[in-house]
């Protein structure tokens, strides 16, 4: 199983960005798949999930109206737009494969991460 994640990068309060994760290894049509980050000095965060045919996605209170999650089958890829980025939304952002519990903030299964700094 590989999860790799690109996208992340510097922008200003207000912006946006779009996180991909390409996934390699595994069947990825048939699994939920989240996203989760990890802001310096704090713990993890669980984000954003989506079922496994894309019908169903849910997200952290702190996100919500902010973030879409999404994913396109044929690509094996995971996307999270982020808009009106915040500064508190500055983390290392991972693509994931939970187990069990979707909204789990430690999935097993995960990348390494892509870096989002959002600041003037």
């Known amino acids: 199983v590989q999860l790799v994640e690109t996208g992340g990068g510097m922008v200003q309060p207000g912006g946006s960005l779009r996180l991909s994760c390409t996934a390699s290894?595994?069947?990825?049509?048939?699994?939920?798949m989240s996203w989760v980050r990890q802001a310096p000095g704090k713990g993890p965060e669980w984000v954003s999930a989506?079922?496994?045919?894309?019908?169903?996605?849910s997200y952290a209170d702190s996100v919500k109206g902010q973030f879409t999650i999404s994913r396109d089958d044929a690509k094996n890829t995971l996307y999270l737009q982020m808009n009106s980025l915040k500064p508190e939304d500055t983390a290392r952002y991972y693509c994931?494969?939970?187990?069990?519990?979707?909204?789990?903030?430690?999935?097993?299964?995960r990348g390494q991460g892509t870096q989002v700094t959002v600041a003037s």
């Open positions: 994931a494969r939970p187990q069990t519990e979707l909204r789990t903030p430690t999935p097993r299964i």
């Open positions: 290894g595994f069947t990825f049509r048939f699994y939920a």
């Open positions: 989506i079922n496994s045919d894309g019908g169903a996605t």
